[in-house]
């Protein structure tokens, strides 16, 4: 298990392939963190006391095994950014739309059906990911945030791939100019060839006549 813990203690991150659990003695010896990263785990169970970070900002608990998220989360007042994407939650509590400083909740690739309708209450939220769920029942505004989140991000992945498309279009028009610069000398070096042989012919000859006038 890797892990880090700045010297303010507000920044905590353990991520590894190794940790099942979050140890419920973090969350009371640490009470002063913001972040906390627990993604790429095993994790399958975060104590109900994770509540004690009450100063906590951003947690981010994605590809793990979770099966659901624990209440203690939805007490964090000052969370603004949960990230759960790539576990096994098949149900978000009613209580998310407690968590009214939230600005980024991202839950995709889970197995999610029902989006609770209190989560139009989060009137600070700017980004939701809820891809790759079997999502029947979502608040409107959630749908159409998702949505916009979704155009964004395809209209970035398509920037993305233009920019992409003309530094390669660069390259081989570079590469282009290269060979047709190459092949410019090998021409001129053979015409400059022939023309040094050419007059050393006519010179030979020219010789030849001369020695011949001579007997």
């Given at each position: 298990?890797?892990?880090?813990?700045n010297?303010?203690?507000s920044?905590?991150?353990?991520t590894?392939?190794?940790?099942?659990?979050?140890?419920?003695?973090?969350?009371?010896?640490?009470?002063?963190?913001?972040?906390?990263?627990?993604?790429?785990?095993?994790?399958?169970?975060?104590?109900e006391?994770?509540?004690?970070?009450?100063?906590?900002?951003?947690?981010?608990?994605?590809?793990n095994?979770l099966?659901?998220l624990?209440?203690?989360?939805?007490?964090?007042?000052?969370?603004?950014?949960?990230?759960?994407?790539?576990?096994?939650?098949?149900?978000?509590?009613?209580?998310?739309g407690?968590?009214?400083?939230?600005?980024?909740?991202?839950?995709?690739?889970?197995?999610?059906?029902?989006?609770p309708?209190?989560?139009?209450?989060?009137?600070?939220?700017?980004?939701?990911?809820?891809?790759?769920?079997p999502?029947?029942?979502?608040?409107?505004?959630?749908?159409?945030?998702?949505?916009?989140?979704?155009?964004?991000?395809?209209?970035?992945?398509?920037?993305?791939l233009?920019?992409?498309?003309?530094?390669?279009?660069?390259?081989?028009?570079?590469?282009?100019?290269?060979?047709?610069?190459?092949?410019?000398k090998?021409?001129?070096?053979f015409?400059e060839?022939?023309?040094?042989?050419?007059?050393?012919?006519?010179?030979?000859v020219?010789?030849e006549?001369?020695?011949?006038?001579?007997?």
């Amino acid at each position: 298990m890797a892990s880090f813990i700045n010297k303010t203690n507000s920044i905590n991150y353990v991520t590894s392939y190794q940790l099942t659990m979050f140890p419920s003695e973090f969350c009371i010896c640490l009470q002063d963190l913001e972040e906390l990263n627990l993604s790429q785990n095993q994790i399958t169970y975060i104590p109900e006391n994770i509540s004690a970070f009450s100063n906590l900002r951003k947690i981010s608990v994605g590809w793990n095994k979770l099966t659901e998220l624990p209440m203690g989360i939805f007490d964090l007042a000052a969370l603004q950014e949960l990230r759960a994407e790539n576990n096994m939650i098949r149900v978000i509590p009613g209580q998310v739309g407690d968590l009214h400083a939230l600005n980024t909740l991202v839950l995709n690739h889970n197995f999610i059906s029902v989006i609770p309708l209190r989560c139009a209450e989060l009137k600070f939220l700017v980004k939701v990911d809820l891809s790759e769920n079997p999502v029947e029942i979502c608040p409107s505004s959630i749908l159409l945030l998702h949505q916009k989140n979704e155009l964004l991000l395809q209209k970035s992945k398509r920037k993305g791939l233009i920019k992409r498309s003309i530094l390669l279009k660069k390259t081989i028009n570079e590469q282009l100019d290269s060979i047709l610069a190459e092949e410019k000398k090998e021409i001129f070096l053979f015409h400059e060839n022939e023309s040094l042989q050419d007059r050393s012919g006519i010179g030979g000859v020219q010789e030849e006549s001369t020695t011949s006038l001579l007997r």
